[in-house]
């Protein structure tokens, strides 16, 4: 089902009985409005299809971002925040983004951020899903561990757009000093943030 769009442009046909646009422009009328008892047809009517052509042209967008109808029905504030609506419409349909824990982050040139938590397995090749895949490219692949110490850790592609391998070493040091052996059988928590386009 298509969105109803109440507002339509007046006059906009090819041969509409309308002034010129530098007559409109050189009319002396323009500033003050029209004069009372004295009224052209053709003026008026480019006059409303100007109007006319910028309302439709407004509801077409609040429409057609949202998916909403856009009604003629006298509501104002009911207008207002449809307009807000699509705004808010397109900006997230321009910049796709999932911002929580495992999410992404697009921008308009097509670099594209994600991020996210993982559990790591030491002496392992560990897979890594990305929360979307990248269109293009991975270009950078950054990995940290959140606990309490500096573990040696690394990412690269594997010749995917939607994950990468990670290994984790297996020993490292606490911030204390004390050296820890890793196994298999124990996880790490870590961060993960990859830029892509």
Same mark, same amino acid.
């Given at each position: ?7 339509? &442009? +007046? ?57 909403? /109808? ?36 697009? +921008?308009? /040139? ?13 002496? &392992?090749? /560990? ?21 309490? &110490? &500096? ?35 124990? /996880? ?10």
């Amino acid at each position: 089902m298509s969105n109803q769009n109440d507002f339509k &442009a +007046f006059a906009i046909g090819g041969n509409a009985n309308v002034v010129s646009q530098e007559d409109y422009q050189n009319n002396s009328n323009l500033d003050i409005g029209l004069p009372p008892n004295k009224l052209e047809i053709d003026l008026l009517n480019k006059i409303l299809r100007q109007t006319s052509t910028m309302s439709s042209v407004m509801a077409n967008f609040m429409s057609t971002q949202c998916e909403q /109808n856009v009604l003629d029905d006298g509501d104002v504030s009911g207008l207002s925040q449809k307009f807000s609506d699509s705004l808010k419409c397109h900006e997230e349909k321009q910049f796709p983004n999932q911002l929580m824990q495992n999410g992404y982050q697009e +921008f308009p /040139n097509g670099l594209m951020i994600q991020w996210g938590m993982y559990k790591f397995t030491p002496l &392992a090749e /560990n897979k890594v899903d990305l929360p979307i895949p990248f269109k293009n490219a991975i270009l950078n692949i950054q990995i940290i561990d959140t606990g309490y &110490a &500096a573990i040696p850790m690394s990412g690269i592609g594997n010749g995917t757009l939607n994950s990468f391998r990670a290994w984790v070493s297996g020993r490292f040091f606490t911030y204390s000093g004390d050296e820890v052996k890793l196994t298999p059988e124990m /996880n790490i928590n870590g961060q993960y943030l990859v830029i892509g386009y």
